[in-house]
């Protein structure tokens, strides 16, 4: 599964858009980019997740550049309660065990 | 929220003894796995399962045993608790899904005190 690197931390106001890069530049072609965000003391909670073209749930959306080499996930109306440990991982598909490992992620503070 | 519960969610042990965590859900997904979340570690897998009585190590696998009888439990055993297993672990549970993507459901986590 391809590495993937993230900012360490980044400040967000509340109310308005986060942005949240990854680069994953040796990705392949049947590798899918997951995000996940893990609130202070909770378990990690699934965000969203594509392979090439753009995605959008309730949640945030996340857009893949046409590389593929690296995507941002986007939190249109950020708020505080979106305080959160925020992990990009690549995870090559039809794999039998689906496991995710996770790296250090990127901390996002949404600040009023 | 998917179906995920641990028990128990809190545990005090003393080195030595042996302790069981489990995992319950609710959802019948195939695979379960086993994490520990320690600062400056992040999240790393312990074990997994990708059915009933098919398990494998991940990781950090070294002092812990699991058991999957059933669908809907897996176990997480340290036979032998040490300090260096007190953490936080966390269960979670995936299907596959269109095109084999798959995305992780992640319980509560229990935090474990070993002393």
């Known amino acids: ?112 | 929220d998917a179906g995920i519960t641990q028990s128990p969610r809190h545990k005090v042990t003393e080195t030595g003894t042996p302790v069981t965590l489990r995992c319950h859900q609710t959802e019948n997904h195939r695979y379960m796995y086993w994490y520990r979340q320690d600062p400056g570690h992040g999240l790393r897998l312990i074990h997994y399962s990708y059915g009933v009585k098919d398990t494998d190590k991940g990781e950090v696998s070294d002092g812990y045993s699991v058991s999957r009888s059933k669908t809907e439990d897996f176990l997480l055993t340290l036979e032998s608790a040490t300090s260096s297993q007190t953490s936080v672990y966390f269960c979670a549970i995936s299907e596959t899904g269109a095109q084999g993507s798959y995305e992780q459901y992640f319980g509560p986590g229990t935090r474990l005190t070993v002393t």
Not at chain 1, 10 to 38: F, K
Request: proline residues 5%.
């Open chain 1, 1 to 112: 599964d391809a590495k993937t690197t993230q900012p360490p931390s980044m400040d967000c106001a509340e109310g308005r858009a986060a942005n949240l890069p990854c680069n994953h530049s040796t990705i392949s072609g049947n590798e899918y980019v997951y995000w996940y965000r893990q609130i202070h003391s909770q378990g990690p909670q699934y965000i969203i997740h594509g392979l090439k073209n753009n995605e959008t749930n309730e949640m945030a959306s996340l857009i893949i550049t046409e590389d593929r080499k690296s995507s941002t996930l986007i939190l249109p109306h950020a708020t505080l309660r979106d305080t959160a440990v925020y992990y990009c991982i690549v995870k090559r598909s039809g794999s039998n065990t689906g496991k995710l490992i996770f790296g250090q992620g990127t901390t996002l503070q949404v600040k009023p």
